[in-house]
């Protein structure tokens, strides 16, 4: 009997290597703890809304090659609207100006002698952050670095690494243009990157078993010989594999002494029901903010989402609170006339990544 890769978690990361492994003839089983795949990247029926909701909102860039490179796999891909050529729109509430950026030449506001300070981030030392190589106020930091830093790494640049934040740079600049085009769904981020890929990997012979929680491993030495489940255990042959597609906090429970202790960052999101009418300033599916409490915007049919990264400090307040001040800011953001705010859904993801910092990487 040929070898079975046992994957744990069907998050992105376990689809991604369900997808590899049931490419290249492998038979793969798949356990999960919910009752659907994708893990932070889903979307549901909010029946307060009335609508279908993403947890969170995605988009990726053409510097994203690994992530695209699995749309392409699974057939996805063009279910993502794009801008080619790339261009952002950014609006800056302190100013009410919006301006349109086009990398990699086009950045309003920035003076090219600004660019000289990329350099500062080039090989820093492991303990650098982003904000003690590039001045925080500079008009660089402001349009690119800091909504850059935030968006990518969801760390503030006072926290980030700027290690990690040069290699994110430096694929973008590489890249050239293609690399700064967004992609984002077009309908939801179960549509695009999940239920494709579960569809691929079943067509491809893998199974899956949702609503199963794995308890605990035992081993022999080096190899694990069985996965234990709250209904009994599924032996594990010594051909087979095992992948712990989950995160760290959760491998805590399987195997503590290769769980790394991580401190994290949250992200706010904010999802309120509203219908445009007449014309609008912009023909974008996102929108980037500037001094406000809320970052992006995505504009969708029926449907205006914001995104905010490193909001640990939003994550006491009530959501009476933030849906006030995030449709504030989005009023303001799109030049609307006074509106009381839209029903809407508050979703707060208190450990949404593993923070940038150069703590944790080292």
């Known amino acids: 009997m040929s070898p079975t890769l046992h994957i744990i978690g069907a998050g992105m990361a376990g689809l991604s290597a369900a997808l590899t492994a049931s490419a290249r003839g492998m038979r793969v089983v798949v356990y999960e703890v919910s009752p659907h795949a994708g893990g932070r990247c889903r979307s549901y029926a909010d029946k307060k809304l009335g609508m279908t909701i993403d947890n969170g909102n995605h988009l990726l860039l053409g510097a994203n090659t690994e992530a695209l490179g699995f749309l392409k796999d699974i057939g996805s891909l063009d279910t993502c609207l794009t801008r080619d050529p790339a261009s952002f729109q950014f609006v800056d509430l302190a100013t009410r100006k919006p301006h349109n950026i086009m990398p990699p030449r086009r950045f309003p506001g920035v003076p090219w002698y600004d660019w000289l300070r990329l350099v500062k981030l080039y090989n820093p030392a492991a303990h650098k952050t982003v904000a003690e190589c590039v001045s925080p106020k500079s008009a660089l930091s402001q349009r690119l670095i800091e909504p850059l830093c935030l968006a990518a790494l969801n760390t503030t640049p006072q926290e980030a690494s700027a290690a990690q934040l040069w290699q994110v740079i430096s694929r973008l600049l590489s890249g050239g243009e ?53 209904g009994g255990k599924q032996t594990v042959r010594p051909e087979d594999h095992v992948i712990c597609a989950v995160p760290p906090q959760a491998l805590g429970a399987l195997l503590p002494e290769i769980a790394p202790d991580f401190t994290y960052t949250a992200i706010l999101n904010g999802h309120f029901a509203w219908k445009f009418a007449g014309t609008m300033r912009t023909t974008m599916p996102i929108i980037g903010v500037l001094g406000g409490t809320a970052q992006w915007l995505f504009l969708h049919e029926g449907r205006i989402s914001t995104t905010t990264s490193a909001a640990d400090a939003w994550m006491e307040h009530d959501d009476e609170t933030i849906a006030a001040r995030l449709w504030e800011d989005t009023r303001r953001a799109l030049f609307m006339q006074d509106a009381k705010v839209p029903p809407y859904r508050i979703i707060k993801e208190k450990r949404a990544t593993i923070a940038a910092t150069p703590e944790n990487l080292a």
């Open 178 to 230: 293609p690399a700064w085009r967004y992609y984002v769904p077009k309908d939801s981020l179960s549509a695009t990157f999940v239920l494709p890929a579960i569809t691929r990997i079943k067509n491809s012979g893998g199974t899956f078993y949702f609503e199963n929680a794995v308890k605990g491993m035992e081993r022999e030495g080096d190899r694990i010989t069985a996965i234990n489940f709250a």
